[in-house]
């Protein structure tokens, strides 16, 4: 017959951890939420494990549901502070590392997820000195393959079941778990500083329109598809701004070129 656990005592019981100063800078942006239960649930999540930064794009009405209020209990500061925003590029102004989370074990368009854990060391390294991100969609589709190939990063929770499935507020509580645990052990430095996410969509912009000029034709002309393959190619460059400007050195001269060549 096995023996009882043992009673808790002070030193097994948890105690509150102090939160470290960095953690402010990691956004949680849900994507279209619609439930506000799950809006709420999700900030009473993040306040447990010292996150308080929460962005909502183009959710559905939540102030007024009464759901929201209720999940969120002791964590209606966070709803009452958060930011709403029409659009993820919104969303993203100022982030120099995002993840998104995804279900999906495998994209032919993307990498493939990491581990939350694996991922959540990285991040808690970029947010030491830089404004961090973690995607979570919509509870009935996830993120679409467009949002996923923005991100720098896409992880996953690990699930002993063949077709995973959490519900967005689980996905968020075990999300900023794993972030919260990070934040507690060695911090490794970053050994680069992520261009502004916005900025690289800007600059793949760039290359669109430069492609465009010469005339060049993606296969079946799908430029979304060529878009997605070349934020990968770039997405493992870990480009920096001084980067940047070489390559947009490049295109301009380029441009001078194609002006001299067509006039």
Known sequence: MPMPS?????????????????LK????ILVEPSHPGNIGAAARAMKGMGLSRLVLVNPVEWRTQGDAWRMAKNSRDILQSCRQVDSLTAALDG?????????????????????????ALELIAASK????????????????????????????VPMATKNPSLNLAQAVMIVAYEVFIASLGEIPPMEWKPVETNEMERFYDRIIQLLSRIEFVPLNEDWTTLRHAIRRAFGRLQLEDRDLATLYQIFAEIDRYLKRKLS
């Open 25 to 28: 800078r990691v956004q949680v």
């Open 95 to 119: 982030i120099h590392f995002l993840i998104g989370t995804t279900h999906r074990r495998r994209s032919e368009k993307l990498p493939p997820p990491l581990p939350i854990r694996e991922v």
């Open 6 to 22: 043992p009673m808790p005592t002070e030193q097994t019981r948890a105690l509150p951890v102090e939160i470290p100063e960095h």
């Open 129 to 156: 000195s830089m404004n961090v991100g973690i995607l979570f969609g919509p509870e009935n589709h996830g993120l679409s393959t467009e949002i996923l190939s923005r991100c720098h990063r896409v992880a996953s």
